[in-house]
C-alpha cells in the first residue's frame, strides 16, 4: 500500500471514530426516553403517576425511574392505578433489568419485543388484565431472574422456550384464564399444571 493511501485510510477511520462513537453514545439515554415517552403515551394515569415523565431533561431524573450510568436499568411502576397498554418500544430499553407494573389495570398483550431485554432480572406483570398468549421470545430473557404473569387473563401455551432460561428462580402464572402447559413444569413454575392437548 503506498503512504497516500495509509494515510487517506487512517484518516478516513479517525473520522469515523470521532463521527460516530459520540453518536451511538448520545442514542443511547435518548432512545430510553423515547421508549418511556412512548410507554406514558399509551397509558392512562388518573392519578398523575407519570407526571414527571415529560419528554424534558433526563429520563434518570423522571418518577419511578432509576439509572446506571445514565441508562434505565429500572422502572417500577406498582400499584400506581395505571390503564392502557405495554408498547414494543419497552424492548428498546437495552440496559433495562427491573420491570414491574404489578397490580395496574394494564390491558392488551405482553408485547413479543419484551424478549429482546438482554439484561432483564425482574418482569413483574402480576394483577393486570393481560391477555392474549404469552410469547415465547421471553425464552431470550437469559439474565432473567423473576417472572410474574400472575392474576391475569393470559390464554393459551406457557411456552416451553422458557422451560430452560438459565437464570430463572421463580416463574408465576397462577389465576390466568385458560394457559396450558407444553413442557414438564418443575417447582420453579407456579400455576395450574394443565398439559396443552
Ligand atoms: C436532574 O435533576 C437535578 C436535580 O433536580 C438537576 O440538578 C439536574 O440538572 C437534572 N439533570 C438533567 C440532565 O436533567
Ligand atoms: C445523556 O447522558 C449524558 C451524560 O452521559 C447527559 O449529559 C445527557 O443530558 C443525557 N441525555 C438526555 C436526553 O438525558
Ligand atoms: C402466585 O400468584 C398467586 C396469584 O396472584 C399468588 O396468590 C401466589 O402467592 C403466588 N405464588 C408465588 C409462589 O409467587
Ligand atoms: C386452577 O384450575 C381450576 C380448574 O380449572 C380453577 O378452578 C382454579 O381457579 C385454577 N387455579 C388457579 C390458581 O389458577
Redesign the pocket.
Known amino acids: 500500500m503506498s503512504m497516500a493511501a495509509t494515510c487517506l485510510m487512517l484518516l478516513t477511520l479517525a473520522l469515523r471514530a470521532s463521527l460516530i462513537i459520540p453518536l451511538v453514545y448520545g442514542s443511547d439515554n435518548d432512545s430510553d426516553k423515547q421508549a418511556l415517552v412512548a410507554f406514558k403515551k399509551s397509558l392512562t394515569d388518573p392519578d398523575n403517576a407519570l407526571q414527571s415523565w415529560d419528554g424534558s431533561g433526563n429520563p434518570c431524573n423522571w418518577t419511578n425511574i432509576y439509572c446506571k450510568n445514565n441508562r434505565v436499568t429500572t422502572v417500577m411502576l406498582g400499584h400506581t392505578n395505571l390503564g392502557g397498554h405495554l408498547v414494543p418500544e419497552l424492548g428498546g430499553l437495552s440496559a433495562l433489568e427491573y420491570l414491574s407494573v404489578f397490580n395496574n389495570k394494564i390491558e392488551g398483550t405482553i408485547p413479543a419485543e419484551l424478549g429482546n431485554l438482554e439484561k432483564l432480572q425482574v418482569l413483574g406483570l ?2 393486570n388484565q393481560l391477555s392474549g398468549g404469552i410469547p415465547p421470545s421471553l425464552g431470550n430473557l437469559k439474565s432473567l431472574n423473576l417472572l ?1 404473569l ?2 391475569n387473563r393470559l390464554t393459551g401455551e406457557v411456552p416451553s422456550e422458557i422451560a430452560n432460561l438459565p437464570n430463572l428462580n ?1 416463574a ?1 402464572f ?2 390466568n384464564i385458560d394457559l396450558c402447559w407444553n413442557f414438564w413444569p418443575t417447582p420453579t413454575f ?1 400455576g395450574n399444571y394443565t398439559l396443552c392437548k
Open positions: 402480576s394483577e410474574l400472575d392474576s421463580r408465576n397462577s389465576n407456579v
